[in-house]
C-alpha cells in the first residue's frame, strides 16, 4: 500500500523558512517523478514544484521559484521541501504526490504551514 506521510508544517513570520519532509513508502520511490502541491484555505490544489525520478531535475511554480527547493534522497525514499522568504500567501496544506505535475496521485494528510505575524 502506498503511504505518503508529511511533515514539518507550522507557524511562521512572513520571510521565514521551513523545511517540509515526506516519508514514501509502498512503492519504488526511485522510479518515481514527486511532486508537492499545496491548497489555500478555500482554494483548490495548486501545483508547487516536481523533481525527477533521479532527483537531477526540478520545476517550479512561477509563485516560488526562488524561494523554494524541491529535493530527494533515494536511499532514505525520502522527498523534502525548503522553503525561504516564505509568504502570507504560501499559507496552506503542502501534500506530497507520487507522480509528475500532470499525472501525480495524493495519498497524504498533507501538512498546515502558517505563515503570520
Known amino acids: 500500500e502506498v503511504q505518503l506521510v508529511e511533515s514539518g508544517g507550522g507557524l511562521v513570520q512572513p520571510g521565514g523558512s521551513l523545511r517540509l519532509s515526506c516519508a514514501a513508502s509502498?512503492?519504488?520511490?526511485?522510479?518515481?517523478?514527486m511532486t508537492w502541491v499545496r491548497q489555500a484555505p478555500g482554494k483548490g490544489l495548486e501545483w508547487v514544484s516536481t523533481?525527477?525520478?533521479?532527483?537531477?531535475?526540478?520545476d517550479y511554480a512561477d509563485s516560488v521559484k526562488g524561494r523554494f527547493t524541491i529535493s530527494r534522497d533515494n536511499v532514505k525514499n525520502m522527498l523534502y521541501l525548503q522553503m525561504n522568504s516564505l509568504k502570507p500567501e504560501d499559507t496552506a496544506v503542502y501534500y506530497c504526490?507520487?507522480?509528475?505535475?500532470?499525472?501525480?496521485?495524493?495519498w497524504g494528510q498533507g501538512t498546515l504551514v502558517t505563515v503570520s505575524a
Open positions: 523533481i525527477n525520478a533521479g532527483g537531477v531535475g526540478a
Open positions: 504526490a507520487k507522480g509528475p505535475a500532470h499525472n501525480f496521485e495524493l
Open positions: 509502498g512503492f519504488t520511490f526511485g522510479f518515481y517523478a
